[in-house]
């Protein structure tokens, strides 16, 4: 592999393959990593990387983030200039009974990912946040320029953590680094652990859907193919440092070191009761529907301010929930052949 290639973590998962997938399209070098753990079927993991294996111009490398030696050499190998970090535990609910999952993966993996950028030369480590960070913030939509000092969940303080850990490699050592605060992503190839999947999978099978909150949720759902546009256009545009940045009335979003965060919604919250119906249509059957309180780390709405993204890096997601979900249903039917 030339040693331009491009890192993804996670390149096995979700966002890692839909993103590897479009470097690879406009002839990048990339070279995937991954555990390929069972927080979901391996199965589909899998198949994703049977499809990145097609390209000539991609490497699997299998490999825990937690491994502080091969992380170390691969580094070593490659001196990557370009770092797209995906890998990581998710999930809200999933933190609430396997904390310590989230702490080898989302903090120790991520300070030996920082380590190998910092002493081989990266030119820009682009890394996952989330928007759980906004934790209990009630203020909508929500802006990369608010605090988010209170999260409600493990997995929201790995992630407000990572923040934080990228910042501080960002001031000591220069290394340019940006956070990308997702927004429920959906779509094909997606995790069976999210909504969409779960409510299509239930639908098909004739079992009730979960809607907690009783069903009084807003989410700002954010097609895959939008997400992954992003972040390749980020990629290229490393944070060069905030010349106006004033420590007495600091912008959270944003430092005197090449550090910056953005927001990656859709920026239009839908009601999931909407989603449903949505869902319902596109699968041309009925759902069962099983109304339940909200569950703890969880939040009643979402809802992405962009204007960051839209201003500097020149990008808005712009597909419907209609079209989106039109696609994420072919998908599921012929990977499930139905």
Not at 111 to 116: A, H, P
Not at 212 to 220: A, S, T
Not at 281 to 291: D, I, Q, V, Y
Request: a neutral charge; glycine letters at 8%; one cysteine or more.
């Amino acid at each position: 592999m030339p040693t331009d290639a491009v890192l993804v973590t996670g390149a096995a998962g979700f966002i890692g393959f839909h993103v590897a997938e479009r470097l690879l399209s406009e002839g990048r070098n990339v070279v995937g990593l991954d555990n390929i753990n069972d927080y979901y079927d391996p199965k589909l993991k899998e198949a994703r990387l049977d499809r990145l294996k097609q390209h000539a111009n991609f490497t699997f490398v299998k490999l825990d983030l937690t491994d502080r030696g091969g992380v170390k050499a691969l580094f070593e190998q490659h001196r990557f200039a370009y770092v797209v970090h995906l890998a990581a535990q998710a999930g809200v609910r999933y933190s609430i009974d396997h904390p310590h999952a989230y702490v080898d993966s989302n903090i120790e993996g991520f300070i030996n990912v920082l380590e190998g950028c910092r002493h081989h030369g990266g030119r820009h480590l682009l890394f996952a946040s989330s928007s759980s960070v906004y934790g209990a913030n009630s203020k909508l939509p929500f802006s990369v320029h608010d605090n988010v000092d209170h999260p409600i969940s493990l997995y929201a303080a790995s992630k407000k953590a990572n923040e934080l850990m990228a910042h501080t490699y960002s001031h000591l050592y220069g290394l340019p680094t940006t956070g990308l605060r997702f927004f429920t992503v959906y779509g094909p190839w997606g995790r069976p652990d999210m909504a969409i999947f779960l409510f299509a999978k239930a639908i098909i099978e004739g079992q009730p859907i979960k809607l907690f909150n009783h069903g009084q949720m807003r989410r700002d759902f954010t097609y895959v193919d939008d997400v992954a546009h992003a972040i390749v256009r980020v990629l290229g545009r490393p944070p060069e440092g905030n010349s106006t940045w004033n420590s007495e009335s600091p912008d959270p979003s944003s430092s005197a070191a090449p550090w910056k965060i953005y927001n990656i919604g859709n920026n239009r919250p839908e009601d999931l009761m909407h989603v449903v119906s949505v869902l319902e249509k596109a699968l041309g059957k009925s759902a069962k529907r099983e109304l339940l309180p909200m569950q703890p780390g969880d939040v009643p709405a979402t809802y992405a301010d962009i204007e960051d993204l839209a201003s500097d890096i020149g990008f808005r997601p712009s597909t419907t929930i209609e079209e989106g979900v039109g696609r994420f249903v072919k998908w599921y039917r012929d990977y499930h052949g139905i």
